[in-house]
Nanobody, 125 residues
């Protein structure tokens, strides 16, 4: 199982970035892919998830209306479109897989696997 996040960078507040999570080594259509982030000095936080079976999505409250998760099953890739970025969105973003997508699952990072190297997002004020 391999999941590789990319697309991070430095952006000013109010700007946008699109993260990608490329998956391999498992049947992509059978799983849920989630995005997490770890801000400096803070615990890891579940940001969003999407089910590749039925396109169910979930978002943590702080990103609702600003972030959009999507999946391209033909490319085995999940995207996280991040708009109206805020300095508090700064952190290392990771993707991982699980079997359910709902708010409760996003709070249980230990139920995800396939963690790879993250991608750093820095939002300047």
């Amino acid at each position: 199982v391999q999941l590789q996040a990319s697309g991070g960078g430095l952006v000013q507040a109010g700007g946008s970035l699109r993260l990608s999570c490329a998956a391999s080594g498992f049947i992509f259509d059978d799983y849920v892919i989630g995005w997490f982030r770890r801000a400096p000095g803070k615990e890891r936080e579940g940001v969003s998830c999407i089910s590749n079976r039925d396109d169910t999505t979930s978002y943590t409250d702080s990103v609702k209306g600003r972030f959009t998760i999507s999946s391209d099953n033909a490319k085995n890739t999940v995207y996280l479109q991040m708009n109206s970025l805020k300095p508090e969105d700064t952190g290392v973003y990771y993707c991982a897989r699980t079997t359910r997508c709902d708010p409760e699952r996003l709070q249980r990072g230990y139920l995800f696997d396939g963690w790879g190297q993250g991608t750093l997002v820095t939002v300047s004020s």
